[in-house]
Nanobody, 121 residues
């Protein structure tokens, strides 16, 4: 069983920056960030895998503004979010899998409890 613990959420103004962290209890090859806004379905934001030569995937609306990275020595995943928009307001979840990468929640077996990111306009 893999435990995931997110941190770093909090209120931020539109245009600002925030970095989320997700510590995994063990090494796992593929990790990702998802978010779920009130009344909406959970959507993939970014995914990173160490499988093969490694790969990252971003949801189109965050490309160029969000950066996913991982410190394998610490089993910790990060999401650097710049130029945040009001529409980014959501509960952000860390997820992990032994396959992937991908932005569909179906492919992920392990989930954290999430951290809230309210963006004020």
């Amino acid at each position: 069983q893999v435990q995931l613990v997110e941190s770093g959420g909090g209120s931020v103004q539109a245009g600002g920056s925030l970095t989320l962290s997700c510590e995994a209890s063990i090494y796992i090859s593929t990790m990702a960030w998802f978010r779920q806004a009130p009344g909406k379905e959970r959507e993939g934001v970014a995914s990173l895998t160490s499988l093969g030569s490694g790969r990252t995937i971003y949801e189109d609306s965050v490309k160029g503004r969000f950066t996913i990275s991982k410190d394998n020595a610490k089993n910790t995943l990060y999401l650097q979010m710049n130029n945040l928009k009001y529409e980014a307001t959501a509960h952000y979840y860390c997820a992990a899998s032994w396959v992937g990468p991908g932005l569909s929640p179906v492919g992920y077996k392990y989930w954290g409890q999430g951290t809230q990111v309210p963006v004020s306009s």
